[in-house]
């Protein structure tokens, strides 16, 4: 009787252990809430543990690389895990990979870093990374890095919103190209633009050029170890890659209503990017003049120009004008056509956490909704799959055509737990046998 009630006691340990390690295994589902506006797509969690990561890229060996904030990781094929490079001292912002090179940014620099050599190496420094858009994105292309500046202020004046000012008195908007300003300041102070604070500007003053520049993207030959201004009057880049005939796709962040000089009614686009065009900013945005009825400032008096002579009074149109301003982040396009529509453009916007469809003309499509805690840092489209990484949470989404499964799959090794409840089994089954 004694034993029946031992064996009866090994079956409920059992039982229950199962249970929480069923517990344990299927709990992230609970955690994870995504719908799956595209019946036609699945979503899949591919990797998880990688909180705090803001870019990934993988190579021709399916080996993936994750970028955090002062160190990279290597995934190989097999599974196997570690760091590759890792420095306090970092503040990487972007990722990419090259025939054997990982490249990326951190602060002022662009680095390159050989996978096989062990060794790190600088190519671009002395970018003025120090104000309101600071980081950096690097994509490459057919042998050349495409890097964005990002404006170091709102609309060219440096203000109140400016809280880097702070420790750095003298910093401004530098400009890579020669401008002419009109000499209008703004607010009590008497502020100028492409102007250290509380400096005024003057009629006719011109500001020379600079490289690299702010509020632009420059292109690296990483074959002659040369580089120029690629495009300018660019605020600030949230996301690029490249279409299959190789054009330059660019999420901008439009003008926001704060600082000296606040604009009110702008909003994010989805540009191409055209070697040697001057798009706009600060004058221009969305390919429409300031000075437009589209434009408010406070107490809805119209904007004024800053420049005195524009490189172009009819700075290009957008592919896509969005509805809210300072939202869409991370982008990538779809150049086969493996999910949607060839050269379809998948980008995030933050604001409603949704992943949205755009095909080149009409309304985006709404794709996947995540919730409210996530945040997409990067999305790539490798082996027919939308891959979209999620930094707060740590996931690395896996997003492709197929039934949409119950719930996203976890990538928890099961097996450990497996062997924890045989032993545990042997081990009552024993201490039976022995009394």
């Known amino acids: 009787m004694k034993k029946l009630l031992k064996f009866l006691s090994i079956i409920a340990v059992v039982i229950l252990s199962g249970s929480m390690l069923k517990y344990y295994f299927y709990k992230t589902h609970s955690k994870i809430k995504i719908e799956i506006k595209d019946v036609t797509l699945s979503c899949n969690l591919k990797y998880r543990g990688l909180k705090g990561a803001v870019d990934f890229v993988k190579d021709e060996k399916d080996n993936y690389y994750i970028a955090y904030k002062n160190r990279i990781q290597i995934i190989k094929n097999h599974g196997e895990s570690y760091n590759i490079l890792k420095d306090s001292s970092l503040n990487i912002c972007s990722l990419d990979y090259y025939k054997g090179n990982l490249y990326y940014s951190s602060g002022d620099k662009v680095y390159g870093y050989s996978i096989e050599k062990d060794k790190n190496f600088i190519l671009v420094s002395g970018m003025p990374n120090y104000g309101d858009y600071k980081d950096s994105l690097v994509r ?14 709102n609309s060219a004046v440096v ?27 703004f607010g ?36 002659q170890g040369s580089s120029e201004t690629f495009a300018w009057g660019i605020r600030n880049v949230n996301g690029m890659d490249f279409t299959s005939e190789g054009k330059f796709i660019c999420t901008l962040g439009g003008m926001e209503n704060r600082g000296s000089r606040p604009v009110i009614g702008d909003t994010d686009y989805i540009y191409e990017i055209k070697k040697g065009v001057w798009y706009g900013w600060p004058d221009y945005s969305g390919g429409d003049p300031i000075t437009s009825p589209k434009f408010k400032s406070v107490k809805n008096s119209p904007l004024q120009f800053i420049l005195a002579i524009h490189p172009s009074t009819n700075p290009p149109a957008p592919l896509y004008q969005h509805k809210t301003v300072g939202t869409i982040g991370t982008l990538a396009v779809d150049r086969e056509g493996v999910l949607s529509l060839k050269n379809c453009i998948f980008f995030w916007d933050k604001s409603d956490s949704i992943v949205y469809s755009f095909r080149g003309m009409g309304s985006p499509m709404e794709e996947i909704k995540f919730n409210d805690k996530t945040n997409i840092s990067s999305m790539r489209i ?54």
């Open 188 to 223: 009590k102070e008497k502020r100028g633009a492409f102007q250290s604070y509380n400096t005024q500007s003057v009629q006719g003053q011109i500001v020379p050029k600079h490289f690299p520049g702010n509020a632009s993207i420059i292109r690296y030959n990483l074959t």
């Open 140 to 153: 490459i292309r057919n042998g050349y890095m495409y890097i964005s500046i990002g404006a170091a202020t």
């Open 382 to 435: 490798f082996n027919k799959e939308l891959l979209a990484l999620d930094e707060n949470k740590g996931y690395l989404y896996s997003i492709n055509k197929g039934k949409i499964d119950e719930h996203i799959k976890s990538d928890r090794n099961i097996y450990p737990y497996i062997i924890f409840v045989s032993v545990l089994c042997v081990i009552l089954i024993l201490k039976i046998q022995i009394q």
């Open 159 to 185: 203000g109140e919103d400016n809280v880097w000012v702070k420790n750095n008195l003298y910093a401004h908007d530098v400009t890579p190209a020669d401008i002419t300003l009109k000499g209008i300041n």
